[in-house]
């Protein structure tokens, strides 16, 4: 997970890179706390997907977090 601190730092990065640029060490940490967010992005997102169940118009549940049935009816 990103910290505030490490957002704080990323804008603060990419402000400085606007107005004139980073020295190399500021790019490689620009970089780095990029991968980090964005892992973090994935990761949160995949979280929130192995939450989601489908359900067909009865409410019935019809896929595992797995993508197998469950109806345990195979004739739809």
């Given at each position: 997970m990103v910290t505030?601190?490490?957002?704080?730092?990323i804008n603060e990065l990419y402000k400085k890179q606007t107005e004139g640029g980073l020295t190399e060490e500021e790019k490689k940490e620009q970089y780095e706390l990029r991968r980090l967010y964005v892992e973090s992005v994935k990761?949160?997102?995949?979280?929130?997907?192995?939450?989601?169940?489908?359900?067909?118009?009865?409410?019935?549940?019809?896929?595992?977090?797995?993508?197998?049935?469950s109806c345990h009816n195979h004739k739809h």
């Open positions: 505030k601190e490490q957002i704080q730092r990761e949160n997102l995949r979280s929130q997907l192995e939450k989601i169940k489908i359900v067909d118009e009865k409410e019935n549940k019809m896929m595992n977090n797995d993508g197998k049935c």
